[in-house]
């Protein structure tokens, strides 16, 4: 099992900028694939980045360029740098964690970006 927790969201004005944080346990976290996901409000969970274990990094098309994704095996943690930040980037955001078959699933933090 593998326990996996984000953090660092919170509210921001439109324009501005958050990172997020997502820990997770283990001793072979560089051999897992790591992603990031958001859930807007009323909509499905939606793919934002990833980054693979020999740091390629993916993003959607829509975020390319304000979104930076990163990984610091060290400390087990996975981030998602958000730039420019726009009210419908306002979602929930879920860390992902794909070891080998196995997925687990943080439990969100809440980013809001409003004046």
């Known amino acids: 099992q593998v326990q996996v927790v984000e953090s660092g969201g919170g509210l921001v004005q439109p324009g501005g900028s958050l990172r997020l944080s997502c820990t997770a346990s283990?001793?072979?976290?560089?051999?897992?694939?790591l992603g990031w996901y958001r859930q807007l409000p009323e909509k499905q969970r939606e793919w934002v980045a990833a980054?693979?274990?020999?740091?390629?990094?993916f993003y959607a098309d829509s975020l390319k360029g304000r979104f930076t994704v990163a990984r610091d095996n060290a400390k087990n943690t996975v981030y998602l740098q958000m730039n420019s930040l726009k009210p419908e980037d306002t979602a929930v955001y879920y860390c992902?964690?794909?070891?080998?078959?196995?997925?687990?699933w943080g439990q969100g933090t809440q980013v809001s970006v409003s004046s």
């Open positions: 992902r964690i794909r070891r080998g078959e196995d997925i687990y």
């Open positions: 283990g001793s072979i976290f560089s051999t897992y694939h």
């Open positions: 980054i693979s274990t020999s740091g390629s990094t």
